[in-house]
């Protein structure tokens, strides 16, 4: 048969929090991935501890009880207690008590609960399974440099030498010159038959240029014929006799499909609160029959007395329903109410405050 402790650690797998009755919870919290110093690195893990205020019953761990052996409640909850028993008087007699594979309880100087954490099993699902890794570090080497010898070189002195000017021989300096004045020659040849009437003293004008303007006029310029495009008549055909019976056919008339105007209509009504979210107390709860506003529901008195004093200093009148043998403690906001609908009215006034978190809890009495 599976042992209590068994339970304990399979659940924590699923569940941040898992509470044994009259005996204490134990919690799991998230750790990051951690480099060490001497360079591992652990995974993402769940680091258990565990919190002695924790006896109320949420009906988590019976109902998981219940479920893996197939048992009644009655029968599981009749073994928490007596293994919350047996755990107890082993710490009174012994000083300790060993959790399998969770950790260790022993006593303090004033008579508390401490508890050791063993750390072997990683609780956190998505990184259950990864060893510690430890990096290869890359190790960089420093290259001493080599000392090498001197090598001497002899110097070499440079020694500047004169240019030597030769002079360019008579028969080169001859030709440049003809053909420099060659070249000015008949270039003014060229421009002087084209402006002649520049200046009287123009030396040119013993040559005959007429001959190049005679020949430059005989020769026509013949411009490129444009055809103008003629308008053609576009007759148009005849209708026949065939194609005025095709289009004096009658044709059915279609009906026109009625308009439809859309009317857009806004809605202003925001519900705070659902009909769905309407529940009832069960028959052991010591409430007067009516409704009521919920503003939470908690697993222990503790954390329901703290949203209680806050709400009573932000001016609210506030009170507590506590089951009798099992259930949520649940904060109420403001006195019995006799119908759904002022319920409703009452938790919609309230909702902005609350971020539309209320919930209307109906009471059948006692």
């Not at 019953?57 to 048992?71: F, I, K, P, Q």
């Amino acid at each position: 048969m599976t042992t209590i402790p068994e339970h304990v650690k399979n659940l924590l797998f699923e569940q941040d929090c898992v509470v044994i009755p009259d005996f204490g919870g134990f919690i799991g919290n998230f750790d990051s991935a951690t480099f060490l110093q001497d360079g591992q690195v652990l995974p993402p893990r769940k680091r258990l501890v565990f919190n002695e205020m924790l006896q109320f019953d949420d009906g988590l761990l019976s109902s998981y009880v219940a479920t893996a052996e197939h048992r009644s409640r009655e029968e599981v909850k009749t073994r928490l207690r007596a293994f919350v028993e047996h755990v107890r008087s082993e710490i009174r007699q012994k000083e300790h008590y060993r959790f399998d594979q969770l950790g260790m309880f022993t006593l303090n100087s004033e008579g508390k609960l401490v508890f050791a954490p063993e750390g072997k099993i990683n609780f956190h699902g998505d990184s259950f399974g990864m060893p510690e890794l430890t990096p290869a570090f890359v190790r960089q080497t420093r290259i001493a440099p080599v000392a090498r010898p001197a090598v001497l070189e002899p110097e070499i002195e440079e020694v500047e030498q004169e240019a030597v000017i030769r002079p360019l021989p008579t028969r080169r300096k001859w030709l440049s010159w003809t053909a420099a004045s060659l070249v000015v020659v008949v270039l003014g040849i060229w421009f002087t038959g084209r402006t002649t009437t520049l200046s009287s003293m123009n030396p040119f004008s013993v040559f005959d240029f007429s001959w190049a303007a005679k020949k430059k006029a005989a020769a026509p310029v013949v411009a490129p014929k444009v055809e103008k495009a003629r308008p053609k008549a576009i007759v148009a055909p005849k209708p026949t006799e065939s194609a005025t019976a095709k289009f004096e056919a009658p044709v059915a008339e279609v009906p026109k499909a009625p308009e439809i105007k859309e009317e857009i209509v806004e809605n202003h009504t925001k519900f705070l609160v659902v009909p769905s979210r309407v529940k009832f107390v069960e028959s052991d709860a010591a409430v007067e029959k009516g409704y009521y506003i919920v503003a939470g529901s908690f697993g222990g008195v503790k954390y329901a007395n703290r949203m209680k004093t806050q709400l009573e200093k932000d001016g609210y009148a506030v009170r507590l329903i506590k089951p009798r043998t099992k259930g949520l403690v649940k904060v109420i906001i403001g006195e019995k109410l006799t119908s759904a609908e002022a319920a409703q009215r009452a938790a919609q006034k309230l909702g902005t405050h609350f971020h539309n978190n209320l919930w209307i809890l109906k009471s059948v009495g006692e």
